[in-house]
């Protein structure tokens, strides 16, 4: 089939490019043409100024095909993105799987460290009371030992008064804190130490010594004034022992530091013995 071409205008001096856009002259300014099967010869007219022409294939189909290329090609694009991208969101899946799986077995492991926690923590619980207990059963022990002792040591002195003094005896003195922070009850215990026991008999005085706040002057109560009793001195007849009861109150501001006794037997010399005053926290 015979080609198809076109006549192009081409200005004096200017070169032909492909695919740049020339003028076309109209098929009578060509001088002496010859159509041949592919190609139209021209011969431009001897005129100085006359523009060149020049004759240029014209292929439809290659367009199409360029077209076609660049579409296959995009489609490839999209195709090998969708590939990629599947592959990304497969990788995706996979690490969120085993970082799920990590994290199941890090929360577990968490788990049992605070159960062993807990369980640590009630041990230290459980053993703490318990060295509680033991040294409050070991603080009884020794008070009911020391207790023993002197009662063993009381009895002794009336069953076997031989090792120890002889006649009457201010044994013992205890006072027990009441509801009211100034109130106490107290008990002295009074014994005969000797190898014939008779009825002995006397009166008894009790003192408190100490001082009031802002005074440091000593100062000295007598039971009377701190205990609402109706017979003072105190009485006591006994042939082993006696014990002598009785509450006080001490007055507001009082600081108390001692307790004097004085036990009087009939026909004998005065007996004193000093207690400290306990101390309660």
Same mark, same amino acid.
């Given at each position: 089939?015979?080609?198809?071409?076109?006549?192009?205008?081409?200005?004096?001096?200017?070169?032909?490019?492909?695919?740049?856009?020339?003028?076309?002259?109209?098929?009578?300014?060509?001088?002496?043409?010859?159509?041949?099967?592919?190609?139209?010869?021209?011969?431009?007219?001897?005129?100085?100024?006359?523009?060149?022409?020049?004759?240029?294939?014209?292929?439809p189909g290659r367009r199409i095909f360029m077209i076609v &290329?660049?579409?296959?090609?995009? $489609?490839?694009?999209?195709?090998? %993105? #969708?590939?990629? @991208?599947?592959?990304?969101? !497969? *990788?995706?899946?996979?690490?969120?799987?085993?970082?799920?799986?990590?994290?199941?077995?890090?929360?577990?492991?968490?788990?049992?460290?605070?159960?062993?926690?807990?369980?640590?923590?009630?041990?230290?619980?459980?053993?703490?009371?318990?060295?509680?207990?033991?040294?409050?059963?070991?603080?009884?022990?020794?008070?009911?030992?020391?207790?023993?002792?002197?009662?063993?040591?009381?009895?002794?002195?009336?069953?076997?008064?031989?090792?120890?003094?002889?006649?009457?005896?201010?044994?013992?003195?205890?006072?027990?804190?009441?509801?009211?922070?100034?109130?106490?009850?107290?008990?002295?215990?009074?014994?005969?130490?000797?190898?014939?026991? &008779?009825?002995?008999?006397?009166? $008894?005085?009790?003192?408190?010594? %100490? #001082?009031?706040? @802002?005074?440091?002057?000593? !100062? *000295?109560?007598?039971?009377?004034?701190?205990?609402?009793?109706?017979?003072?001195?105190?009485?006591?007849?006994?042939?082993?022992?006696?014990?002598?009861?009785?509450?006080?109150?001490?007055?507001?501001?009082?600081?108390?530091?001692?307790?004097?006794?004085?036990?009087?037997?009939?026909?004998?010399q005065a007996l004193q013995e000093t207690f400290p005053w306990?101390?309660?926290?």
């Amino acid at each position: 089939m015979p080609g198809r071409f076109s006549i192009l205008e081409l200005a004096p001096g200017q070169k032909f490019r492909k695919n740049q856009n020339l003028n076309v002259q109209p098929e009578s300014q060509i001088t002496k043409a010859k159509k041949g099967n592919d190609a139209l010869i021209f011969r431009r007219k001897p005129k100085v100024d006359h523009p060149k022409l020049l004759v240029v294939e014209s292929r439809p189909g290659r367009r199409i095909f360029m077209i076609v &290329s660049l579409g296959f090609l995009g $489609v490839c694009c999209i195709l090998l %993105g #969708f590939a990629l @991208g599947h592959n990304q969101v !497969v *990788v995706n899946r996979v690490s969120a799987a085993l970082l799920s799986e990590d994290l199941a077995q890090t929360q577990d492991r968490m788990h049992q460290l605070e159960e062993r926690l807990v369980d640590a923590e009630l041990t230290a619980q459980v053993t703490s009371e318990a060295a509680d207990d033991l040294r409050e059963d070991l603080a009884q022990m020794q008070a009911t030992n020391q207790k023993l002792q002197e009662e063993v040591t009381f009895y002794k002195s009336l069953m076997a008064p031989g090792s120890l003094k002889k006649g009457l005896d201010i044994t013992e003195l205890e006072l027990a804190r009441r509801q009211n922070p100034a109130s106490f009850d107290f008990q002295l215990l009074l014994t005969q130490v000797a190898q014939r026991r &008779s009825f002995i008999a006397g009166d $008894v005085r009790l003192d408190i010594v %100490g #001082f009031l706040e @802002g005074d440091p002057a000593e !100062v *000295v109560l007598s039971l009377t004034e701190v205990a609402p009793i109706e017979k003072y001195p105190l009485k006591f007849k006994f042939r082993y022992f006696q014990d002598l009861t009785g509450s006080l109150t001490l007055p507001e501001g009082f600081v108390p530091k001692r307790i004097l006794i004085t036990a009087q037997q009939q026909g004998k010399q005065a007996l004193q013995e000093t207690f400290p005053w306990p101390e309660w926290t």
